[in-house]
């Protein structure tokens, strides 16, 4: 056993904690040098300790601000994600998306799939780390950001709403395909995605496969420039599988499920690009 850590010693490094105002690394301090004192911690080791915990700290701070101001409805992280459930998901490809490459590069992200395969899970999952790095995030289903828009128009602030949507670095749309939208609707947020174009990354989740979108926006024309733009610098997640929610009821998949016929990928002329895989 080494000898403990003197009492002057550790006052001073509480000390120069607190003045650096790093509370995190504080608050784990007596606990690291418990550590040391009982050999279970040593060298460089120490010192990656001590920063982890104060990086932990910081993160959950962020992302507690971020819960406040960015509509997140859950906190959904990758460690949950049950990837032998969904083996259509290349596991490389979402750990990849996780480095958050695509929002320094203002890229897109579709989830696409039938109910309940993980395509929310995983925009929170891309969020949740996003909001840990420090960066502006917004969450809004398809439904609920176009009355967002709509009562911004009737109150003459379409022009600050759109402004105030482009803005973060991350924007989530879940849920399009399950609710209509009106025309005007659609509009709108045909104008909030012009804007982010090129500007800011956005992830977003359907249920049906691009050649429905003409329905869903109420316009074809509309419904192919928005595809244009959004597939322009995309990662496209198209999940084939059986519902989570209902994994313990396999005698009902078949008739619920229509892991059989997938959305279909899209009918476009620009490729989507592929993530990076890193190693
Ligand atoms: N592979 C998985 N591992 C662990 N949990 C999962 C997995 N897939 C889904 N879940 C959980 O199952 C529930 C439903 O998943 P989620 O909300 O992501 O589905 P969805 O694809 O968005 O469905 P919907 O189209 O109905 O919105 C959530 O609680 C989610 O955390
Ligand atoms: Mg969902």
Not at 54 to 63: C, E, K
Not at 105 to 111: D, L, P, Y
Request: proline share 5%; with cysteine.
């Amino acid at each position: 056993m080494r000898a403990a850590t003197s009492r002057s010693l550790r006052e001073r490094i509480q000390s120069q904690l607190a003045d650096l105002k790093m509370p995190g690394a504080l608050e784990a301090l007596d606990e690291i040098l418990s550590r040391i004192d009982g050999g279970q911690l040593a060298g460089a080791a120490t010192i990656d300790a001590l920063l982890q915990a104060q990086i932990t700290l910081r993160n959950n701070r962020r992302l507690q601000a971020a819960m406040r101001s960015s509509r997140l409805p859950a906190i959904k992280t990758l460690d949950e994600f049950d990837f032998t459930f969904q083996p259509s998901i290349k596991r490389e490809q979402i750990e990849s998306l996780h480095q958050l490459g695509f929002i320094e590069r203002k890229e897109n992200v579709i989830f696409l799939g039938p109910p309940g395969v993980g395509k929310t899970h995983l925009a929170l999952s891309l969020a949740v780390a996003t909001a840990q790095s420090g960066r502006r995030i917004y969450y809004g289903s398809l439904g609920d950001l176009v009355t967002s828009l709509e009562e911004a128009q009737t109150a003459g602030r379409l022009v600050h709403r759109l402004k105030t949507l482009t803005h973060p670095s991350l924007l989530i749309v879940d849920e399009i395909g399950y609710l209509p939208i009106s025309r005007n609707g659609a509009m709108l947020f045909f104008q909030l995605m012009s804007r982010r174009y090129e500007h800011a990354a956005t992830i977003l989740t359907s249920n049906k496969g691009f050649e429905d979108w003409g329905a869903i926006f109420g316009d074809d024309v509309m419904a192919g420039a928005l595809i244009d733009r959004l597939l322009h610098h995309c990662h496209i997640v198209n999940i084939r599988g059986n519902s989570y929610r209902i994994r313990d009821h396999r005698d009902i998949w078949p008739s619920l499920t229509s892991s059989d016929e997938p959305p279909s990928p899209p009918k476009r002329r620009t490729k989507p690009r592929k993530e990076a895989v890193t190693t």
